[in-house]
């Protein structure tokens, strides 16, 4: 008997521990959720033994667990897992990030470990068929895959409330995807999505529409839309449809130029479906193949709803196939103002176009957080020494030079109630650097993230950092925010980037040395120009060739003269 424990205990958990009473060998020994009063009713309810908060518990106690939480906790919970060489069945989708998943199926193989993602209509019987069908040239060449799966949702249910990993296509997407993965395979040229968003920024409906060298594919995802829920394969000979519920196969029909020419085929359907997957799971874990969802499948799938999550959030969305470079003010408009101050802030954010603002975070003596770029004050202001030496009220005392003006040091307050209109109204995002390498400033990343929080700023901010620990800091303080790797050189950024789990790079640009790797494919890269010339600076400006930087993977630049590239229609490939 394999000993299966149960992470989370929503409604599939309910659902898995009801098909999971009629698998042979396996037993549910035990069920973890981080509130224990929760753990203990799931229990109780469906006679598990045994009830924990505490994930080492499982360790040692089973063989198996079936990870059945939130989306965004899938990858920590798998990882620590296999880690204990601990078989995976994780609920679609698997990660949210497609270097999330390669990590754990390369973890998972070394390991000895199965790691399975459980999309139970790719282990049912009538759907194994139907791809057999399409794939034996019945229809002929397949030149198009649709697949559509929606449902009219409650507004106060999960899917609808979790403003960053909600949503129609985050729920349902895997789904459709499947199809397209197994009959067109994983190397589409270009993915377009096209949503239908609500009040707290969710899809109520997505369409998802891929470009392959020689066929279409489109997903069609909606919880406040109601469409027919049907697959249709369509090739050159003829097609096949199955109407709803495809994602349930029991039935489907090969159709050709001849209606009165067609073909019916039925299969058996036993229960929820999920004793499929399970049974399947099972005998992955005993030596057998199960390949119903290859690590391939599984991995493209992941980068697609990494993309489609950076398309919905406003963040740059890395996909195959072409998109506009996107400029970020450095520092703010620092060529025709100040840099890091309220001028140059409100100069930036009235560009139309602009994707957004990078400022740059230290600390005074009294623990306020300051805008300013360098550890000490003697560049941009009146003044003379370090940052970390002055009072809040000391450092509003100095003066920047503005032309024929004066003006002062800004708080992280002062910008935030600035720019809170331009990113709530436009979109516009903010990457705080934390100015921690040379100077470890202690407790910023808490002081910053709370302030961020208390103005309600969360989905517009990016915190960057040259310091690896820091960006660690700021993931275990809040585990959703949103992060990017400081250094000189791509691959640098790359390598601290794996260690640390950030979700963007941030290299100069003059260490774009490489062509961009295989497993950064998705991973928004941002270009920092650190040659151009800042306000009230000699020296001749030189103009910068964007279409370079986009033959690294560039999709982003930080440049102190946004106003001189927005105009420029630079396509990425």
């Known amino acids: 008997m394999i000993r299966v424990g149960i992470i989370g205990t929503g409604r599939i958990a309910q659902r898995f521990q009801s098909e999971a009473s009629v698998v042979k060998d396996m037993v549910l020994s035990i069920v973890y959720n981080p509130h224990l009063c929760s753990a203990e009713h799931f229990a109780k309810d469906y006679t598990i033994p045994a009830y924990t908060n505490r994930l080492e518990d499982l360790f040692g106690q089973v063989e198996a667990v079936y990870i059945a939480s939130p989306h965004e906790t899938h990858y920590a919970y798998a990882k620590q ?15 949210l990030q497609g270097i999330q998943a390669e990590e754990l199926f390369q973890l998972a193989a070394t390991q000895g470990c199965v790691l399975m993602e459980a999309i139970k209509t790719a282990y049912c019987p009538g759907f194994a068929a139907m791809i057999e069908t399409a794939k034996s040239g019945v229809i002929g060449s397949i030149r198009e895959v649709e697949a559509c799966f929606t449902r009219l949702t409650p507004t106060n249910v999960r899917e609808l409330t979790d403003a960053t990993y909600g949503g129609s296509f985050t729920e349902m997407g895997t789904y459709t995807m499947l199809p397209l993965m197994k009959l067109l395979g994983t190397a589409y040229d270009h993915v377009d999505f096209r949503s239908q968003q609500i009040g707290n920024g969710l899809d109520g409906y997505t369409r998802a529409e891929f470009t392959y060298a020689h066929a279409y594919g489109a997903c069609k995802t909606g919880l406040l839309v109601k469409s027919e829920g049907q697959l249709l394969i369509s090739g050159t000979k003829g097609y096949i449809l199955a109407k709803s519920p495809w994602w349930m196969t029991k039935e489907y029909e090969v159709r050709f130029e001849d209606p009165s020419r067609c073909e019916a085929y039925t299969y058996d359907y036993a229960g929820a479906g999920l004793r499929y997957e399970i049974e399947a799971w099972l005998y992955a874990i005993r030596g057998g193949d199960s390949g119903q969802v290859t690590p391939e499948e599984s991995i493209c799938m992941a980068n697609i709803m990494e993309r489609f999550l950076q398309a919905r959030a406003g963040k740059p969305a890395a996909v195959e196939g072409k998109q ?172 601290i980037a794996r260690e640390v789990t950030a979700d963007a790079v941030h290299p100069y640009i003059g260490g774009l040395d490489a062509a961009l790797p295989q497993d950064a494919r998705g991973l928004p890269i941002r270009a920092w120009n650190g040659e151009e010339r800042f306000f009230g600076q000699e020296g001749e400006f030189q103009e910068r060739d964007l279409k370079r930087y986009a033959a690294f993977g560039v999709t982003d630049v930080f440049t102190n003269v946004p106003e001189r590239y927005l105009g420029e229609e630079i396509e990425l490939s």
């Open 81 to 95: 897992m296999l880690e204990h060489r601990i078989h995976v069945l994780c609920e679609k989708p698997l990660v």
């Open 324 to 495: 506009p470079m996107k400029i970020w003010a450095h520092r703010g408009s620092s060529f025709a103002y100040p840099e890091n101050t309220l001028e140059a802030f409100e100069a930036a954010a009235k560009l139309a176009g602009l994707t957004g603002i990078e400022l740059d975070v230290q600390l005074t003596l009294d623990g306020e957080p300051v805008v300013i770029h360098d550890e000490y004050v003697d560049r941009t202001t009146d003044g003379s020494g370090a940052v970390r030496n002055y009072t809040l009220q000391q450092i509003r005392n100095l003066n920047i030079a503005a032309g024929d003006h004066h003006t002062a040091i800004p708080t992280l307050r002062e910008v935030f109630t600035l720019l809170k209109p331009y990113c709530e109204h436009d979109g516009l995002l903010m990457n705080i650097e934390l100015k921690n390498s040379v100077i470890r400033y202690e407790g910023m990343e808490e002081k910053v993230l709370r302030m961020v929080r208390e103005y309600e700023l969360e989905p517009y901010v990016w915190y960057s950092s040259f310091l690896p620990e820091s960006l660690e800091t700021v993931k275990l303080l809040n585990p959703e925010a949103s992060t990017g790797v400081l250094a000189v050189s791509l691959e640098a950024c790359l390598a």
